[in-house]
């Protein structure tokens, strides 16, 4: 009876240091401050290269927490204690989470300025996500 409980507190632990999905990684505030000088057609151009960035960045940040998982998954199987090396990239989550504070500044900013433009949630494509992972 005390194995399997051991087990389950030794597989939680583990899995809290693996990397996270990108639609779990949270944004960060910033200010719509910031934008506040851009014009609209500005605040569409950053809206464009923040997003593209957010895309690339996605599709790492899904690919290491999808490797995490396969490598939790064997070493609980194969090598329990080769589990607790297992750790998430932390750099590319923050990262992620202020481009994504940003692009709710930016859709903030565009409300304000009252310019149109539409922000969508979209998943990255598979294309972009072999190339940032290349990168």
Do not use: H
């Amino acid at each position: 009876m005390k194995m399997p409980l051991i087990l389950v507190g030794m597989t939680a632990l583990v899995i809290s240091g693996c990397a996270q999905k990108a639609e779990q990684v949270t944004s960060t505030y910033v200010s719509p401050l910031t934008y506040q000088s851009y014009s609209c057609k500005q605040v569409a151009q950053e809206a464009s290269r923040v997003s593209s960035r957010v895309g690339e960045l996605s599709g790492v940040q899904n690919k290491k927490a999808s490797d995490d998982a396969v490598a939790t998954g064997v070493a609980l199987v194969v090598f329990w204690p080769a589990a607790f090396f297992i750790k998430g990239d932390k750099q590319t989550a923050a990262e992620l989470g202020r481009l994504k504070g940003e692009l709710e500044a930016l859709e903030k900013a565009s409300i304000q300025k009252n310019c149109g433009i539409v922000f969508q949630r979209t998943q990255p494509k598979q294309d972009e996500v072999k190339k940032a992972v290349k990168t």
